[in-house]
């Protein structure tokens, strides 16, 4: 049961099509996972579509036909072909972000941080943001942390507990620059989070001195 949700602000702008990236990956993941706001998310566009049927027609400029054929020449953001997907994958990862991996979980290049956790950066096309997959060790305690952003998370396989709130697949996570925490990871199996961060992590304590030198942004 998903008991974590992202705020109706950012469900409001991902059916608008206002959010970066990267985080609007994060809740597309989160939705695909949940009918609660998969259902909202259809609301909102039923909404927005009304809405743009009372607006009246205006003129446009004469170079508006040049300009949508110059934007069709830009790059295309770096997603990678979909590939072929163990049970493992189509299990645990939702479809959007399926095809941003292009492989199995077991093949991607995993960066260990320290002895924490394993990371996995995706490609995107526009920059200021880390959009990573991580991959949690069963019964590790993560170094208590604050932020210098604002730090997404969507629970993909496995769960953590964090202070009294329990983390499970499907769940949503958001904390800003006056949160700090420290998640504890399930005892009975490894913890896949998709992580979105705006700015890097504080690592704080003796750990911090160990896991900061390996985190990049």
């Known amino acids: 049961m998903i008991n ?25 993941a989160h939705v695909s996972l949940c009918r609660e706001c998969a259902a909202q998310v259809g609301r909102l566009e039923a909404v927005g579509g009304a809405l743009l049927e009372q607006i009246p027609p205006v003129e446009v400029g004469d170079d508006l036909l040049a300009t949508v054929l110059a934007r069709l020449d830009e790059p295309a953001a770096p997603v990678t072909a979909a590939g072929r997907f163990d049970d493992e994958t189509r299990t645990v990862v939702p479809e959007p972000l399926r095809r941003y991996l292009g492989r199995s979980l077991r093949d991607l290049p995993w960066q260990a941080v320290g002895r924490m956790f394993h990371e996995f950066q995706l490609p995107l096309a526009s920059r200021g943001m880390k959009v990573s997959l991580m991959r949690l060790r069963a019964g590790s305690e993560m170094p208590q942390h604050s932020h210098c952003g604002n730090e997404y998370a969507v629970v993909l396989a496995g769960g953590y507990r964090d202070a009294d709130d329990i983390f499970g697949p499907g769940d949503f996570m958001a904390k800003g620059p006056a949160d700090k925490h420290q998640p504890v990871v399930d005892a009975d199996g490894d913890c896949i989070c998709l992580v979105v961060l ?10 911090g001195l160990l896991v900061n030198p390996f985190l990049r942004f």
């Open 4 to 28: 974590h949700h992202p705020p109706l602000e950012l469900l409001q702008d991902y059916a608008a099509g206002a959010l970066t990236e990267g985080l609007a990956l994060c809740i597309a």
């Open 198 to 207: 705006d700015a890097p992590l504080k690592f704080t304590g003796l750990a």
